[in-house]
């Protein structure tokens, strides 16, 4: 701008500048710009075209991401209108005063419209003692490291189940990672190993191998507890998409682990005696499948939580059918004091 305030022009490419001044330009940052100068157009007598001082909150470049990044207006028209707002963004609670709000106020100007449909916010993760996480005092622990030694899958379901994702503060411990594996993991892998033992257990007695009955066959069992896990297995699936789709994050994790207690530790305990065959063979099929099945679905649902512990417990779950124990493979866990 001029110092008479009555010449303005914007710079939009490097080249632009470049000519304008005779000067070359490597670096946009303040510092290396600031001392270019423009010669008037209007005559040497009058001056100079400086940089404008005031700096335009970099937060705004952020908030046009919607658009800019496919390069709209100049390209991809159809793309960006059949795409905008978008399903949903995603950040911490820092980002209310930051790209929450420059997404919103500029799509608003732009365009009449929110930026997104949904918003998922999420709370800071603090250092045990409460504080910052710091590099320079090390107060938390190394994300490798206990990724290294719970699995990624623990870390991700400790964080989807706490206070975080209703966007308020976490005080991490890595012992609330080690708790999900003690809690969750263990007993739903055992659940699992208990099914295997038992369907190899009909071969070794020399009865005919372990096939799940169809869904629709179970459907009909006459036993109330196979009548009520595969009940609360269907309210499940649904209040997992119902919930999902509604964004609602912080409702479906405390459910989940709910179903899997129950599975654990009231089907499972309760049908020892069917599982192992003691009520005769037709009824201990019966109950093995259902397990199965629960099972199974249960790897299904837990996936988006849990993706890495899920895949490989649905594949070696596809095995059990066709492959002996010994070539299902076994997921490593810590020592916990009381479980094998």
């Known amino acids: 701008m001029s110092d008479d305030g009555e010449e303005l022009i914007v710079m939009d490419s490097i080249a632009k500048l470049e000519k304008l001044s005779g000067v070359k330009v490597s670096d946009l940052h303040r510092h290396n710009i600031d001392h270019i100068t423009i010669p008037s157009s209007r005559g040497p007598e009058f001056g100079v075209l400086r940089r404008v001082e005031d700096v335009f909150d970099c937060w705004f470049e952020s908030g046009s991401m919607p658009y800019a990044y496919i390069h709209y207006p100049f390209e991809n028209v159809e793309l960006f209108e059949k795409n905008f707002p978008g399903h949903f963004v995603a950040e911490g609670l820092d980002q209310t005063r930051g790209w929450f709000y420059t997404l919103m106020v500029l799509s608003t100007a732009l365009f009449g419209k929110p930026a997104f449909r949904n918003l998922i916010c999420n709370g800071l993760v603090l250092a045990e003692d409460g504080k910052k996480m710091s590099k320079s005092l090390k107060n938390y622990p190394s994300p490798m490291e206990v990724i290294n030694d719970y699995g990624a899958d623990a870390l991700r379901l400790y964080l989807i189940n706490s206070p975080v994702v209703r966007a308020e503060t976490l005080r991490f411990k890595k012992e609330g990672v080690f708790s999900v594996v003690k809690d969750v993991f263990l007993p739903w892998y055992n659940a699992y190993r208990f099914l295997v033992q038992n369907a190899k257990r009909l071969e070794v007695e020399g009865l005919a191998p372990f096939t799940p009955v169809d869904a629709t066959t179970l459907q009909n069992s006459s036993n109330v507890l196979d009548q009520w896990i595969n009940s609360a297995t269907q309210s499940l699936v649904h209040f997992v998409h119902q919930e999902m789709n509604a964004y609602r994050l912080y409702t479906v994790v405390p459910y989940l682990l709910k179903f ?26 019966t109950a093995l499948s259902t397990l199965y099945n629960v099972l199974l679905i249960s790897c299904k649902v837990m996936a988006p939580f849990t993706p890495f512990f899920s895949e490989g417990l649905y594949q070696n779950m596809r095995r059990v059918c066709t492959e002996s124990e010994e070539s299902i493979h076994y997921c490593s866990f810590p020592q916990v004091e009381g479980e094998e």
């Open 260 to 285: 899997l207690d129950n599975l654990t530790n009231i089907y499972v305990r309760l049908n020892r005696k069917r599982l192992k065959g003691r009520t005769g063979e037709e009824d201990c099929r």
